[in-house]
Structures are given as C-alpha cells and as structure tokens.
C-alpha cells in the first residue's frame, strides 16, 4: 500500500491599509515619519522572533501578552491581515487548543513576512 502526500500551499490574501502610514507622514513629515514607520517595522519584526523563540520553547504562557501587543502595533500600521492573525493566535492559545495555534501560528508567519517585506510595491498582496 503507498501512501499519497500531497503538498499544500496556502494562499492569504494580505490586506494593508495605506491611510494610518498616510496620516503618519503628513503629520510628521517624510523624514521623521520614515524613521517612526521603519523604527515600528523593526519593532514588529524583532517581537515576531521573540514569540517564535517562546514558541519553539513551548512557553505560551506570555505569548497571549505579546501577541496583543503585536496585534495593536500592526493595527496602527495599517497591517490588517497581519493583526487580525495575532488576535486569532490570542484566541487560540486562551481557549487552549493548540492544534489551532500550530495553523494559525504557521499563517501568523506567513503573513509576517509579507507585512514586512521592506519592498512591497502594493496593497493587498496574496501569499
């Protein structure tokens, strides 16, 4: 008997919103506003690889934490897809089903590396 694997490739659509950068910029400026927006990116992107170190770890008890905070960060960004996947993953670790987590963990990172991609030339990218 041969088992058959088949590969999946998921596919999200990312949903930005340009108008929270937007306001950023004309309020501020372009050169102060491009220092806060890539100091927040680089934000973002270090507290993604501090949960995936507590994840790999297996320490989810503070993950709920950061993931609230991630969320709220890439909200004021204007990253949609990317903060309505940390609230799913809140979700997920505060019911306990961790089968759950592990999916929206893996998407949580796809859409990650999307979000923030330092050249993204559009909106609503698919992944």
Known sequence: MSANVMELRPKDRVQQDAEPIALIYRSMGTHAAEEVVNRALSELALTVSGLS??????????????????????????????????????????????????????????VAEVSLATEKGTLDLQI
Do not use: H, N, P, Y
Request: charged share 30%; glycine share 6%.
């Open 53 to 110: 170190k507590l994840a790999r770890c297996g320490e989810l008890a503070d993950m709920v934490r950061q993931l609230r905070r991630l969320e709220r960060m890439a909200v004021q960004l204007g990253l949609v897809s990317f903060g309505a996947v940390a609230l799913d993953a809140q979700d997920c670790l505060q019911r306990d089903d961790m089968t759950a987590f592990s999916a929206v963990w893996a998407r949580l990172i796809r």
